[in-house]
């Protein structure tokens, strides 16, 4: 291990800096970006509906207006927790319901607004800054300079930004992977103390407590715990002793009590199929190993933007580089237990998602969330080469290294200061055109939005009712059928199947003009053919 000082107070100032700014990014213009397509079912599952249920209650070719949309949006007196348990058991096995039952509570309390339950990721994100220094004081068991820069650079990590303003349970995740992960060092540290059997019980329940939480707010945990059996398998050099039995009775204790929602998969598990289809889209091999990239990238520094734009192919290399150094160094000058836990963090979660991308096709590992242990991994690595390069060597190098991290540090709050102001983000797929379909809709006077049932249009739609003026009006329809179209309104047509484009042109007589377009859906206004 490098030596390390204590941080001088400049270099403390700065870290308060970061975490000031970082706790202002979480909490500005929450309700700025668009509620896209998953917060929808967030909303959705809290409401304790099913998505079949609502389908039927407004996809019958009446006329709506937004607040029609609102009731399936916020709990009410109609269904209780367990309705929102039961929703995600048979809609959503994949999605554990802890962070469910925490939003639905938190709403009850703030309201329902996106700012307010936007608020709770952001609240919880903060906390995310306490695990992250728990985890390098056990990890590292180092002066405040290495975990105080490790959490500055969380603070202003636009991945982490994403996450603390998003509806959605993946900011509890990574709190739960970093307690999980502290917890299980922390006892493993204590057990070359000579301490009583309630002592040792109490250590190794905090583990077989925080996997269990972990568990339930994420399927993917289990990747995480299996990094964890491999770290102590490793640590303990296949030797049957004291810390992996206790190791071994914890993460059984903690898989135990996750059984009722194994249950649950197992019994719906053609569901979990379905819902998991859109995972095995196909992507070229080039595109795939860029997306690779980007996630990487993204970490520290994101503008929005692709290798379409010149900038990536600037920055990328860059942070690759420094991404692959940090993990190098830190195997070479960190004991085993250190530097082995922070590769199996990297690579045992995402190995899963990216084999089967690469050897059957899929896009599983290029959902960022994903990846959020590997995030945690990378950045714990580069943390500890930044930590260690600002005290050793020589002066020049380590003026050197203080430039690459202002540069690192510039990049993230650059990051973080451009998404604040966006309206939407990469990180809202599906949904990313709909602040500008919304802006054309409701630029005009009595504008009816049309759209059927089929794909992605269920959660978009009720996307769009974020955005969507009070006078605009909507028409959903079950399949194809045509509805019955007042000459009254300026008709749109929302992401509507081929075939009830053309029946709607057959029989209304109009043209459907394309006035929005991306690689996930389309918006057409109808128009009348000149000379009729």
Known sequence: MRRFIIAPNWL????????VLGIFFRFYNL???????????????MSGYTASAVKQQIFNSRVLTKEDFAKFQRPNLENDLGDTIKSLAIEDPQHPPLYYIIARFWVQIFGNS??????????????????????????FNVPFSLPGIAIALMAISPIHLIFAQEAREYILWLLTILLCSASLLRAIRLETYRLKDSERIYNWGIYAGTLTLSLYTFLLSGFVALAHVIYVIALTKRRWNKILSAYSLATLVGFIAFIPWILVVVSNFLQLQMSLGWTTMKLSFIILIQSW?????????DLDVGFENPLSYLITPAFLILVGYAIYFLYLTTHPKTWLFIITLITIPALPLMLPDLIFGGVRSVSGRYLIPSYL??????????????????????????????????????????????????SKVISYGNPQ???????????LVISNDTGINYGNIFSLSYLAQPKVRFQLVKG??????????NVFLFNPSKTLQKAIEKKYKYKAVTVYKDQYYSLLKLTKPKGK
């Open 293 to 301: 990239f980007l996630q990487v990238i993204r970490i520290f520094f």
């Open 437 to 447: 379909v919304a802006k054309i809709v409701n630029q005009a006077a009595r504008p």
């Open 377 to 426: 991994g990378i950045q714990l690595a580069v943390a500890y080469l930044l930590a260690t390069q600002l005290y050793n060597g020589i002066l020049s190098r380590r003026r050197i290294w203080q430039t690459i991290m202002v540069l690192v540090i510039m990049a993230g709050v650059v990051s973080c200061a451009v998404s604040s102001q966006a309206n939407t983000w990469w």
């Open 31 to 45: 309700e700025g970006k668009v509620y896209w397509h998953d917060e929808t079912y967030t909303s959705l599952r």
């Open 480 to 489: 194809n059928n045509v509805p019955k179209i007042s000459p009254n309104y």
């Open 114 to 139: 996106v700012t307010a339950i936007r608020s709770l990721s952001a609240l919880i994100s903060l906390l995310v800054l306490f695990g992250g220094y728990w985890l390098c004081q056990e990890l």
């Open 12 to 19: 403390r100032f700065l870290i308060v800096l970061l975490l």
